[in-house]
């Protein structure tokens, strides 16, 4: 198995700043993908991280508002530019490893104000 | 992203009785069909799954029925208890790829 640790595990932060968030595995991982979750709603896939090359991102998400980087196999920060109050929502890092393994961050939950 | 429908979208059951949940999907190349719970406030969980070859797959109280041809499934859950009250999302999956989660069921459990 693999475990993600994010950090922050919450952060509260001013309309129009950035926040960077960031996923750590325990083990080297092909992939890692970014989710974002509104209240009482379902898990949107916000992009796909492989290492060394950028980001795929999802319809309504891009790179300019959430870049992504993944520097190495273990690695990979999601950031939030020009925060908005939309924006808040938890954040969820997560891998996959052979055919049917899937593993989640503890998720970040964040507040614009 | 691709299409994952879960009906209803909220479901309310008498402690005992049994919730069945529904989930179907277009992606015909998704092979393995696992369920999560989420709690409040808390990340989702792996419940149980399924992979493409079986047509059910039984752990406890939850059980998952798969229509291959029809591309539904459903989630079935027996003698319900408060505990069981949480959102359920289908996630079918392919290796390699991301989860693509539906759009959830909401169970609430009366005692």
């Known amino acids: 198995s693999v475990l993600l640790y994010q950090k922050p595990n919450r952060d509260i932060c001013q309309s129009g700043t950035s926040l960077k968030i960031q996923c750590v595995a325990d083990s080297q991982v092909v992939s890692m993908f970014w989710y974002q979750q509104f209240q009482e709603q379902s898990l949107m896939l916000m992009a796909t991280?492989?290492?060394?090359?950028?980001?795929?991102?999802e319809s309504g998400f891009t790179k300019d508002k959430f870049p992504i980087s993944r520097p190495n196999l273990t690695f990979s920060t999601l950031t939030v530019n020009n925060a908005r109050p939309g924006d808040s929502s938890i954040y969820f890092c997560?891998?996959?490893?052979?055919?049917?393994?899937?593993?989640f961050g503890k998720g970040t939950r964040l507040t614009v104000v | 992203q691709q299409q994952v429908r879960q009906s209803p979208q909220s479901l309310t059951v008498w402690e005992g009785e049994t919730a069945i949940l529904n989930c179907s999907y277009e992606d015909s190349t998704f092979n393995y069909f696992p369920w999560y719970q989420q709690f409040p406030g808390e990340g989702p969980a792996l419940l149980i799954s399924i992979r493409s070859v079986s047509d059910k797959k039984e752990d406890g109280r939850f059980t998952i029925f798969f229509n291959k041809r029809e591309k539904k499934l459903s989630l079935h859950i027996t003698d319900s208890q408060p505990g069981d009250s949480a959102t359920y999302f289908c996630?079918?999956?392919?290796?390699?790829?991301?989860?693509?989660f539906g759009t959830g069921t909401t169970v609430s459990v009366s005692p």
């Open positions: 991280a492989n290492e060394g090359s950028e980001a795929t991102y």
């Open positions: 996630a079918p999956y392919q290796g390699g790829r991301a989860l693509i």
């Open positions: 997560s891998t996959g490893t052979g055919l049917t393994e899937v593993f």
